[in-house]
């Protein structure tokens, strides 16, 4: 399975302001996710990052809010915008891998509180 | 509406004993299924999947089940250890080739030594 890194682990940040996240894996992938686990809540999906077109974004999350870079077939960002107390979330990114094709392999995360 | 359900949130159960965790879906377009599990501050880990063709698939101590008719499937943990203390999710894909997992609530899974 592919090695996922994230940047920044954690931060606290003041509503208003933004923050981007990035993820880096170790091999080339097509497909890349973004994930976003609110308090007590299970996994949502934000958008779908594939190198060279534009992300695909879920019911509910839009593109002014959530922009999305995926420069190359190892990296992607995603910057939350203008935060308030409802984006503290925990936000994963993940990559498709693995023998049956559908499994996930998921980032550590990057756990958000907005102030 | 959510597509994939995990009633119980919790289960506790003693070392060396099975651990049973449940997931009910409706939408009958699935046709992958997969659980995670995931330690606080970390990010999921793919434990085991299905496709919908097969009705189990087993790999050490973990057996996935799966019932179509009744749009259920399991994670049977044999024997159960304390470091299985975590929680599972179960996740559902296929129904557009989208790739992209849908998730139930999780369980919350407690093996006392």
Same mark, same amino acid.
């Given at each position: ?115 | ?29 699935? %046709? ?50 304390? =470091? ?11 129904? %557009? ?8 609530? =999780? ?7």
């Amino acid at each position: 399975s592919a090695v996922i890194s994230q940047k920044p682990s954690r931060d606290i940040c003041q509503r208003g302001t933004s923050l981007t996240i990035q993820c880096q894996v170790d091999s080339q992938v097509t497909m890349m996710f973004w994930y976003r686990q609110q308090p007590g809540q299970s996994l949502t999906l934000i958008a779908t990052a594939n190198q060279g077109s534009e992300a695909t974004y879920e019911s509910g999350f839009v593109i002014d809010k959530f922009p999305i870079s995926r420069p190359n077939l190892t990296f992607s960002t995603l910057t939350v915008s203008n935060m308030s107390p409802e984006d503290s979330s925990i936000y994963l990114c993940s990559v498709v891998g693995g023998m049956g094709g559908y499994e996930q392999y998921f980032g550590p995360g990057t756990r958000l509180t907005v102030t | 509406d959510q597509q994939v359900k995990q009633n119980s949130p919790s289960l506790s159960v003693q070392e060396g004993r099975i651990s049973i965790l449940n997931c009910d879906y409706t939408n009958s377009m699935f %046709d992958y299924f997969l659980w995670y599990k995931k330690y606080p501050a970390e990010g999921p880990t793919f434990l085991i999947s299905i496709s919908s063709i097969k009705d189990k698939n087993e790999d050490g101590r973990f057996t996935v089940f799966l019932n179509k008719s009744a749009k259920h499937l399991s994670l049977h943990i044999v024997p159960s250890q304390p =470091g299985d203390s975590a929680v599972y999710f179960c996740a559902a894909s296929g129904m %557009d080739s989208s790739y992209k997992l849908i998730f139930g609530s =999780g369980t919350r899974l407690l093996v006392r030594p």
